[in-house]
C-alpha cells in the first residue's frame, strides 16, 4: 500500500513540475512581448489593401479640369512619338464626307515599345498625332504593366477599329460629329498576349483577365475624356471607346463609364 501512495505521490508531482515549467514559459514568453511593447518595437508593416501596380487616380477631384492635351506642331508631335518608341507611318487626311470632319497632322499608329518588346496596334489605325501620342502613352504605362502584374504575361497586340472616321455620334449621321470624326477617338475591342491567351472586351473567361478589363478601364479615366463600353449603352457594347475630345462649355468634365 506504502509502495502505491509513493508512486501516486510521484506521478502527481512529475504533472506538477511539468505543468509548473510550461507556466513558467508561457510567463516568460509574455514577458518577453510585454517588453517588445513597452519599448516601442516596430510591427511588420501592413499589407495593402489594393494592388501594387501604380495607376492613375480613377476619378478626378470634382471640379477638376480634365487634363488637356497640349497643341504641338506636326514635326514636334512626330518627333514625341519617336522620342517615346512608337512605330506609326505619316498619312494624308481623307476626303470628308461631312462637313467639320478634319483630322490633324494624321497618323497611322503601328505599334508601342515597352521594355524590349514591341505592343502592335492591329489595325493600323489613322489618329490624330496628338491622340495616338496620349493613347501610346496609356499603352505604355497602363496596358502593358497592368498586363503584366494581373494576367502574368506580355501584351503583344491588340485589336482596334479604324480610328478615323467620318460620322456622326453612334453612326448617326443626323448627329453631332463623333470624335472619330477629327481622329480623337479609337475603340479597342480584345487585348493578346504572349501565352497565346486573347482576352475580348465583352468576354473575359476567368477572373484574371475580368479583373484586368475591369482595371484598364477605370484607370483609362486618367488619359482620356471619354471611356465607354459594354454597360454604357447598345452601342458600345463589345469594344472600349477612348477620346480626348473636350465636353462642355470649358471642356472641365470627363465621361467615365
Known sequence: MARLEAMMMTTICRELVRCTVEV?????????ATSAVALDAPSPPRRPQFQTIPLPEAKPAVGAKPQQVEPQSAEDCMANLRAAGV??????????????CTIETPVRLASVTVGIRRVAVNAMPL???????QFSDYMKNLLAPLGAGTMGASLVAIDTGPGYECRGRNHD?????????????????????SDGRKIAVDAQPDAQSTAYVRGLRT??????????????????????????ERHGSNGGYRICQ
Open 127 to 133: 489618329l490624330a498625332c496628338a491622340f495616338a501620342l
Open 173 to 193: 449621321n443626323g448627329a453631332k460629329l463623333s470624335a472619330h470624326a477629327k481622329g480623337l477617338a479609337l475603340d479597342v475591342g480584345t487585348f493578346v498576349f
Open 24 to 32: 513558467a514559459l508561457a510567463l516568460a514568453l509574455s514577458g518577453v
Open 87 to 100: 512605330a506609326f507611318e505619316p498619312a494624308e487626311a481623307p476626303t470628308a464626307a461631312l462637313d467639320g
Open 219 to 244: 484607370a483609362a479615366c486618367g488619359w482620356f475624356t471619354t471611356i465607354l463600353g459594354p454597360g454604357s449603352d447598345p452601342y458600345h457594347a463589345s469594344h472600349l471607346h477612348f477620346d480626348i
